[in-house]
Structure formats: C-alpha cells, structure tokens
C-alpha cells in the first residue's frame, strides 16, 4: 500500500480532513454567533472566566478562524491556535471530574474527545493544507505537504 503523503490522493485527503475538523466548530461557532446572550449565559453558568469575552472569543475562532483553515489560509499557525483552543475548551467546558452520574460521564467522553481533535489539528500543522487552498489558487504558499522547515 503507498504512503499516503507520496499517493495521488494526500491534497484530497488533507481537504476532506480540513473540512471534518472543521465543521464541527463551525457549526456551533454559527449558533454561538446566532445566540450571543445565550452564549454568555452559558459560559457563565459554566463558570468560564469573563463570559462575554470567552464567547467572543469563541464565536471569533469557531466560526472565522475554522473558516480560514477551511480556506487554507494561514493554516498551519491557525492550527496550533486549534489545537491549543480545543484543549482549553476541554478544560473549561467539560470539567467532569467536578461532576457525578451521566453528567460526568458525558463531559468525558467530550473532554478526551476535544484532546483527540486537538491532536487532528497537530497532524494538520505538520502536513500543511494541501494544495486545494485559496493560497495556492492566487499563487502564494506552498503546495506541498511536507512538515515546515526547522
């Protein structure tokens, strides 16, 4: 079987990744966004430190920044910011050792499962967007996959 980073498929397979990363927070970045106030309600239920700014903040990097990487702009930096994003998120929205029954056991699956995303974002780091970018379509960045030079 080809190494999937040499075969005809890997910019393809890089897209398909970028979008099944992405929709997710896209996704609720949108009903974040639809939803301010009841966003901020949220968070402060949550005990997430200043709502109003955690749910900018979060609407900003869920919808506008999963847009960019979905794009291929700026990806490989906007994926750390994933990364890092998805795991504080983890920590501060599914905090299930603070809870007990069904509560704590769906809080986490979800907080393994934001570490696990976050590792996606990583592997998107090192393989670059692929050459299906909005960079690539008006002849700036790379097209290859390769990992960044030290």
């Given amino acids: 079987m080809p190494n999937i980073r040499q075969g005809c498929f890997a910019d393809e397979v890089i897209l398909l990744a970028r979008l099944l990363l992405l929709v997710l927070f896209f996704k609720f970045g949108w009903s974040k966004l639809a939803d301010y106030s009841g966003t901020v309600g949220y968070m402060a239920q949550t005990g997430v430190p200043v709502p109003e700014l955690s749910a900018l903040i979060a609407i900003v990097v869920e919808v506008f920044v999963s847009l960019a990487i979905l794009l291929g702009l700026a990806t490989r930096p906007l994926a750390v910011l994933m990364a890092v994003y998805t795991i504080a998120a983890g920590f501060f929205a599914h905090h299930y050792w603070t809870m007990t029954g069904a509560a704590r056991y769906e809080n986490e699956i979800n907080f393994y499962k ?13 393989t670059g967007a692929g050459r299906y ?13 390769t990992a960044p030079s030290p």
Avoid: C, D, P, Q
Wanted: aromatic fraction near 16%; charge should be positive.
């Fill in 133 to 145: 970018t909005v960079e690539a379509l008006f002849g700036r960045g790379r097209s290859k996959t």
């Fill in 114 to 126: 934001n570490f696990s995303i976050a590792g996606g974002f990583l592997l998107l780091y090192v």
